[in-house]
């Protein structure tokens, strides 16, 4: 194994995460807080040396980056940017201890969005904006690393992923992630701009705006706010808020390839069929629970909280547009176990959502339409396809395999989440919204349940590697504890 090569990347990507820290050093500096100011840049200079000296270090021994190494690489990048990215959060002080500080900077950079921190209105804007930035650069890394790395490796199935970018076969590894981060770069900053101006236009304040931009293209959750999108109660907020999520689960490579006058790609995808018939279905479902439960008077607005919420939940973004229950978090009229099926299933593959993603979710669904079709027909032939692509054997088992593999691992993680004091309900809930990078759920599920920040040390640790597993694709991880992995 080429460890070198690893290594080479990393420190380039710490060199970049230590430059998106020089924009809350700016902030701080702006807004007067010198001290916060100089912590930042302090750790922008110390993050920077370590990652310029790795990929200096390493760029003359730098080989071969294979299937091995991209395991390694794919599960050490979002662990090692944590690392770096809660430096400033622990120096600050506002995050209390080391343990907090990696929680929250894991939680942004999965875009999962569970936090440990209160009093959000009270907090400076450079804390605030470097949550939303950590968000955002996740969000992007995801992307990236869907379309150039994941879906070449083959993970759980990934192989049917539909991308509208050039493959780049022949390429190397490296160069074919930095041309994918390119060619989606622009893309991804101007869908940003446009949500910060619909959420400037509606009625937030700009630096608002702007953090619930990045938080809500990168499908975090995210907020400037305790009560979250509660606390603006806005209507209009929350549909330009729903049409920004709607945008990040859906494939980037499909809007890098609209941009190029390439319209009919969104005809020819399965996952925007299928995302349009789950949205469609959510707003029918919300009206219906609204009829069935509303209060004399409050039939629009159970409507309006039930379908923010659902597509909150379906993008694995975790905002709530309803502010009741412990420590005013958000309640919502949506049933917790639509929202917990809705978080595991998730967006489309190559967008920035957590979740077993549409396209699997699709596989299994006709497989198991096919096995009740064989009953009657046992010798018949029934090919399973997705969209115009037809989806081979190997394929099929290889979703099959990762969602067994994805209720032993929530099994896992919701039991020992119990073993470290947690109550049941809470244990699993929290498992589920880990590994579906769908932390702000928690309250609105289980309104009982303790804070992040008031769980175990040891919680943390597990919830913090849930969410690692749930962004890596749990079998790239999975991989890496294989004894034969390090063998070959």
């Known amino acids: 194994m080429s460890y070198t090569s690893v290594f080479h990347c990393l420190g380039w990507a710490v060199v970049l995460l230590a430059a998106l820290m020089l924009l809350p050093a700016l902030t701080a500096m702006l807004d ?16 920077g040396f370590f990652g310029a000296g790795f990929a200096m270090v390493t760029r003359l021994e730098a080989g071969q980056f294979g299937k091995r190494e991209g395991f390694m690489f794919l599960v050490l990048i979002w662990l090692v940017l944590a690392v770096f990215g809660a430096v400033p959060l622990h120096f600050s002080g506002f995050a209390g201890r080391p343990i907090d500080a990696f929680f929250e900077a894991i939680s942004g950079l999965t875009t999962t969005g569970a936090t440990v921190f209160d009093g959000l209105e009270n907090m400076p804007p450079a804390i605030l904006l470097w949550r939303a930035l950590l968000q955002w650069g996740g969000g992007l890394l995801s992307i990236v690393l869907a379309v150039s790395l994941i879906s070449h490796l083959g993970i759980g199935g990934m192989e049917a992923f539909q991308s509208a970018l050039p493959r780049g076969e022949g390429a190397s590894q490296p160069a074919r992630m930095l041309q994918t981060a390119q060619d989606l770069f622009w893309i991804y900053v101007l869908l940003t701009l446009f949500g910060a101006l619909a959420l400037l236009a509606a009625g937030m304040s700009a630096f608002d705006a702007l953090c619930h931009a990045f938080t809500a293209i990168s499908t975090g959750g995210f907020s400037t706010r305790d009560g979250g999108i509660a606390a603006f109660n806005s209507p209009v907020i929350e549909l330009a808020l729903m049409a920004i999520m709607i945008l990040g689960a859906m494939n980037f490579t499909l809007h890098w390839a609209v941009f190029h006058g390439r319209f009919r790609v969104f005809r020819e ?220």
């Not at 100011?37 to 200079?45: E, K, L, Y």
């Not at 489309?348 to 339409?369: D, N, P, V």
């Open 269 to 488: 995808n399965a996952e925007v069929y299928y995302l349009a018939i789950a949205l469609v279905l959510i707003v029918v479902a919300g009206i219906g629970l609204a009829l069935i439960g509303s209060t004399e008077g409050r039939f629009v607005t159970d409507v309006r909280e039930s379908v923010f919420v659902a597509v909150s939940a379906l993008t694995t973004t975790g905002f709530s547009n309803r502010q009741t229950g412990i420590s005013g978090l958000a309640a919502p009229a949506l049933a917790p176990i639509l929202i917990i099926g809705l978080v595991l299933v998730g967006g489309a593959a190559g967008s920035t959502t957590g979740g077993m993603r549409l396209m699997r979710a699709a596989i299994l669904f006709k497989q198991a339409l096919r096995e009740l079709w064989r009953i009657s027909h046992p010798h018949g032939v029934h090919p399973l396809s997705l969209g115009k692509m037809r989806i081979q054997n190997p394929i099929i088992w290889s979703v099959w395999s990762f969602f067994f593999i994805l209720i032993l691992v929530l099994a896992a993680t919701a039991l020992a989440l119990a073993f470290f004091g947690m109550p049941a309900d809470v244990a699993v809930v929290a498992a589920v919204l880990a590994i579906s990078n769908a932390g702000p759920f928690l309250h609105s599920i289980v309104p009982a349940a303790p804070g992040y920040a008031d769980m175990p040390d040891g919680a943390k640790y597990v919830l913090a590697l849930g969410m690692l597993a749930g962004r890596v694709e749990l079998l790239a991880l999975l991989s890496l504890l294989n004894p034969a992995y390090w063998r070959r």
């Open 32 to 47: 007067g807080n010198t001290s916060l100011a100089w912590t930042f840049a302090a750790s922008a200079v110390l993050s």
